[in-house]
């Protein structure tokens, strides 16, 4: 009993393995190889493509939150310090195509470094962010904090091509 056990645990595991190679081979050659089909089709699944007007819909929906706030004075050094923590973090300007060719001179283990430095950064950008939208959102009335939480809801601006889809 115990052998027929062991050779279908054995089986099971060949199994197993074969079908994660199959599925691993077949979303590699999904993908398509390197050139300027691939770069877009990578930029594009990760958000990374050139919007042209993405600091244009920026300023423009900041402008509209702050006309629908209603901000009075008092707000306004909250509101700047707000503002100023959305702006563009450390993507701004970089450029895909060398980063990639630097990766790729780098052994996996420089790499791995590398990610998690970034994540690091991106982290610590976020935190900023947080608390800057905390200390600006502790500033406002209750009714202020209505229009700003169906304002800031998750997917309110991000729509396709940078057109807002707004939520009737």
């Known amino acids: 009993m115990k052998l027929l056990q062991t050779s279908f645990a054995k089986r099971a595991l060949m199994v197993g393995l074969i079908a994660g190679s199959g599925i691993l081979a077949a979303s590699t050659f999904a993908m398509p190889a390197g ?5 877009e089709g990578c ?3 990760h958000g990374q ?7 244009e819909n920026r300023a423009g929906h ?37 980063m990639r ?5 780098l052994t996996t283990p420089q790499r791995l470094d590398k ?7 991106r982290r610590a950008r ?16 209750p009714e202020q904090q209505t229009v700003f939480d169906a304002e800031a809801a998750p997917g309110r601006h991000r729509g396709h091509g940078g057109k807002h889809h707004h939520q009737s």
């Open 62 to 98: 900041l402008a509209e939150l702050k006309e629908k706030l209603k901000l009075t004075p008092a707000q306004a050094a909250a509101w700047d310090s707000f503002a100023s923590a959305r702006q563009p973090g450390m993507r701004q300007g970089v450029d895909g195509q060398a």
């Open 101 to 105: 060719g630097e990766f790729e001179k």
């Open 49 to 55: 493509k050139a919007h042209g007007n993405r600091a």
């Open 115 to 121: 990610m998690l430095a970034m994540s690091e950064v």
């Open 126 to 141: 976020m935190v900023e962010r947080a608390q800057a939208t905390k200390a600006f959102y502790a500033q406002l009335t």
């Open 43 to 45: 930029e594009a699944r």
């Open 35 to 39: 050139g300027a089909a691939s770069k």
